[in-house]
């Protein structure tokens, strides 16, 4: 038996119990999005820390087909620029 009030697994995403918690949580991050987009943007202390800014240089060397350990001060995992990739898109 599954965890779903009528025993029946939803077929559709409306249909789900957390409906209303997937959506709450994709304007958060929608806003969130906008509003470091605006500061960093606009003021001159920046949302973002010098950290993204090599996150988004390790990015940008993916999307040329290279490594992102191009940039000599790319310590993380490799995953997370496939996950910034993104932003590039954004802006």
Sequence with gaps: MSGHPTGLVPKFFWESPNT???LISLILHGVLLAVG???DGNFESK???VDYQVYL???FHVLQGDSPFRRHTFRYT???TYMILPSFWLN
């Design 57 to 59: 240089d390790g990015a």
């Design 20 to 22: 209303v918690v997937y």
């Design 37 to 39: 987009v605006y500061v």
């Design 78 to 80: 490799p995953l997370l």
């Design 47 to 49: 949302y973002s820390d």
